[in-house]
């Protein structure tokens, strides 16, 4: 049974930093790309950063690139997202996904608040 726990959410003044991580359990992590995706109050689903199976590709969304890093260890099954120069627009409700895109598993997500 695929599992996906995020942790590490909370509220950062802007500037700040966060750091997200997601535990997967219940299928063969290392094998699959992961994706990060979020979602703003009345806002849809919006996807934030991928990376390959390794770990050597990554790609950010325009309104997050330069500021966040995806990562992953796949010794310990965990994919996560250190997020700097935290802005008020990147508060949402972040989740970590099964594979590429946005349609996969996801777990229940962390919420990111961003304010002073």
């Known amino acids: 049974q695929v599992q996906l726990v995020e942790s590490g959410g909370g509220l950062a003044q802007p500037g700040g930093s966060l750091r997200l991580s997601c535990a997967a359990s219940g299928f063969t992590f290392s094998s699959l790309p992961m994706t990060w995706a979020r979602q703003a109050p009345g806002k849809g689903l919006e996807w934030v950063s991928k990376?390959?199976?390794?770990?050597?590709?990554?790609y950010y969304a325009e309104s997050v690139k330069g500021r966040f890093t995806i990562s992953r260890d796949n010794t310990r099954n965990t994919l996560y997202l250190q997020m700097n120069s935290l802005k008020p627009e990147d508060t949402a409700l972040y989740y970590c996904?099964?594979?590429?895109?946005?349609?996969?598993?996801r777990g229940q997500g962390t919420q990111v608040t961003v304010s002073s």
């Open positions: 990376i390959g199976s390794v770990g050597y590709d990554t």
């Open positions: 996904v099964k594979g590429a895109g946005t349609l996969g598993a």
